[in-house]
């Protein structure tokens, strides 16, 4: 009997000393003093890439700096893998599945992806789900996540954008006295904030005036006749849920034809680089929005985060800093908060159940979140950024709407 027990506690220490992600069954586990592994996926290629000098510091600048200055999750460490989805689905499913089963991932993450990756998350979102770990993303659709017990949206999701941005357009830009219109590719995920903007519009007793769905494939002659057709109605205000590139083709469609209205957008889209801030301005043309966003602008950085620059100048001296890796740094204080809160016995449920139980997660620069066990999207306000061509950057407006 003795050999049996001493047989059984010698499986039961192996099993424990096996490393996170060792298999793609049962629940994982982070022994004391070992590395929490995290994979994300993100757009290095495809249609619209994040800059490559960026993506390095942005997936790992936070947890360098934890190094640094000697501190630890719980006594662990994070290490980062770092994959690219080239901003197709199929390939953010295989890489998900590799980060999974040859990396050991605890869990799983799209953060540095931006509006037009939410597809590639819904994929990666049901990768982690079948092999019983978390996902954690930025905030976009519902339709594909919100049946996943393990996935997480760290900010507003793209319908509740929707809503908030047309309370926004009836509040802040007087859309009861103004002609309003809508701009957006005609897919399921951005139909989502949309169809909400246009019912809470109409819940607020304001027109929507002009609204028009465009294929994804759109381009200049497409962005021309709609600027067209919203300076002929009178728009004045324009809720563009579309591409980058896209967006801009509209703007310098609109400049040709002296047409000035206040833009406006949810995000991460526009807003992940001051490059959109340039090309809008073409030179110094108008550029006036309102823009919704997770992340402050990074301009502003030193009012929300006074130790970025810090790890900037220790970890990655000649740069990048820039826009991209604000957000790397800023989504990774988040996670490393939901972390905590899960104590120092870290396994997969444990990370759940403590997740969905801690108050008021908030680390000052994303707005604070409340999950339930019933409520994986615990975001509620955003930032509010605009544009200044005087200097071609965002600026945030409001901390918080």
């Known amino acids: 009997?003795?050999?049996?027990?001493?047989?059984?506690?010698?499986?039961?220490?192996?099993?424990?000393?096996?490393?996170?992600?060792?298999?793609?069954?049962?629940?994982?586990?982070?022994?004391?003093?070992?590395?929490?592994?995290?994979?994300?996926?993100?757009?290095?290629?495809?249609?619209?890439?994040?800059?490559?000098?960026?993506?390095?510091?942005?997936?790992?600048?936070?947890?360098?700096?934890?190094?640094?200055?000697?501190?630890?999750?719980?006594?662990?460490n994070v290490k980062i893998v770092l994959k690219n989805d080239n901003g197709n689905p199929q390939q953010a499913r295989k890489v998900c599945r590799e980060m999974v089963n040859e990396n050991g991932a605890f869990l799983l993450a799209g953060v540095l992806q931006n509006s037009s990756g939410s597809v590639q998350s819904e994929e990666c979102a049901e990768v982690a789900e079948n092999a019983g770990i978390s996902y954690i993303s930025l905030g976009g659709t519902t339709a594909g996540v919100k049946d996943l017990s393990n996935h997480f949206a760290i900010s507003m999701t793209f319908r509740a954008q929707g809503r908030l941005l047309a309370d926004y357009f009836v509040e802040k830009m007087k859309a009861r006295s103004r002609n309003n219109g809508s701009v957006s590719f005609n897919t399921p995920h951005n139909l989502e904030a949309t169809r909400a903007f246009r019912n809470r519009l109409k819940d607020r007793k304001a027109d929507l005036d002009v609204e028009r769905l465009i294929a994804r494939t759109a381009g200049a002659s497409e962005a021309q006749a709609i600027a067209t057709e919203l300076q002929a109605t009178g728009v004045e205000n324009v809720f563009v849920f579309t591409s980058p590139t896209f967006f801009i083709q509209l703007l310098q469609a609109a400049d040709n034809l002296n047409y000035e209205p206040l833009w406006s957008g949810i995000g991460p889209s526009v807003t992940t680089s001051d490059e959109h801030v340039r090309m809008a301005c073409n030179g110094g043309a108008p550029f006036r929005g309102r823009f919704f966003s997770p992340i402050p602008a990074f301009e502003d950085r030193r009012d929300f985060d006074r130790t970025f620059d810090l790890a900037m100048t220790a970890i990655y001296p000649t740069g990048p800093k820039d826009n991209v890796v604000w957000q790397g740094w800023s989504t990774a204080k988040q996670i490393a908060e939901m972390l905590r809160a899960t104590g120092p016995r870290l396994t997969t449920r444990r990370f759940i159940s403590g997740v969905e139980s801690a108050d008021n997660l908030r680390t000052g620069i994303l707005p604070a979140l409340d999950f339930t066990p019933k409520d994986h999207f615990g975001a509620s306000k955003t930032h509010v950024?605009?544009?200044?061509?005087?200097?071609?950057?965002?600026?945030?407006r409001a901390k918080k709407f």
Do not use: N
């Not at 424990?16 to 994982?28: D, H, K």
């Not at 950024?385 to 945030?396: A, G, I």
């Open 385 to 396: 950024l605009v544009p200044r061509c005087s200097d071609e950057r965002w600026h945030t």
């Open 1 to 76: 009997m003795r050999a049996f027990s001493r047989s059984v506690c010698s499986v039961l220490a192996l099993l424990l000393l096996v490393p996170a992600g060792a298999s793609g069954e049962g629940e994982r586990r982070v022994p004391p003093g070992k590395p929490i592994v995290i994979g994300l996926h993100a757009p290095v290629t495809g249609a619209v890439p994040l800059p490559s000098q960026s993506l390095g510091p942005a997936s790992d600048i936070y947890w360098k700096w934890l190094r640094h200055q000697g501190m630890t999750i719980h006594g662990r």
